[in-house]
């Protein structure tokens, strides 16, 4: 089959169930948008014929599950036993991509500007949301990909350990200052939030590898 995105029902039942993130100050939505636009996994598979009445995932795009603007779904059936219909997935294109791009430009320019200890509150909030979820999210893993249990355990629980440690950081974001060899010259540095990126995860690691490159 050809390459295709697709959001996985790991990550579809964990963003429904995860709530506010933050309130009272317009954060939250263009937090959901920016790290939203970037919940795009690439994965290999084929497609086939299905029913309507098959489960319905979509792409988390600009803080909303939308359709592919292919309109074309696909199957994913658990490779264990292909009886079992994990459900119906978005056959997404270059529009798709394209749409996700622009809105994680646009939600960069305010979220660049939220102080570093209320970017480290989100994470924990999404590192508790993990750790609460872990047994559901390693089934769900296991049912989409085939891994032990004790190996997808492991895997949710990297993520769990690598959001709670970042999270740790938001108050340590220190720059550094270095002699200058002009001596009316001050030298400094400071940290800043990157702008949105494309990642590829192996579908063999499908938390633990996307937490290690877009929590930090």
């Known amino acids: 089959g050809a390459t295709k995105f697709l959001v996985t029902p790991a ?3 964990a963003a429904r169930s995860s709530g506010p993130l933050l309130d009272g100050d317009g954060t939250r939505d263009h937090v959901t948008r920016y790290l939203g636009a970037l919940c795009v996994r690439l994965h290999a598979v084929s497609t086939v014929r299905h029913s ?3 489960p319905t995932y979509h792409n988390y795009i600009d803080g909303a599950w939308i359709p592919s ?3 074309e779904l696909f199957e994913n059936r658990n490779p264990a036993n292909r009886d079992d219909l994990i459900g119906l997935f978005p056959k997404s294109n270059e529009r798709d991509v394209a749409d996700a791009v622009d809105a994680a430009r646009r939600a960069y320019v305010r979220w660049r500007l939220v102080p570093a200890p209320r970017r480290a509150e989100i994470l924990f909030r999404a590192a508790q949301l993990f750790a609460d979820n872990k047994e559901a999210l390693a089934r769900d893993m296991t049912r989409e990909m085939g ?3 004790a190996e997808t355990r492991g895997d949710v629980q ?3 350990d690598m ?3 970042m999270a740790g950081e938001g ?3 220190y720059g550094q200052t270095v002699p200058s060899e002009l001596r009316d010259k001050f030298a400094m540095s400071m940290r800043q939030p990157l702008r949105g990126f494309a990642g590829i995860t192996p579908w063999n690691f499908p938390t633990a590898s996307p937490s290690l490159r877009t929590i930090p």
Do not use: Y
Request: hydrophobic share 50%.
């Open 163 to 165: 959001t709670f440690f």
């Open 52 to 54: 309507r009445s098959m």
């Open 11 to 13: 990550a579809s039942a």
């Open 171 to 173: 108050r340590r974001q």
């Open 147 to 149: 891994k032990v249990l």
């Open 158 to 160: 990297e993520a769990v």
């Open 69 to 71: 603007a292919s309109g």
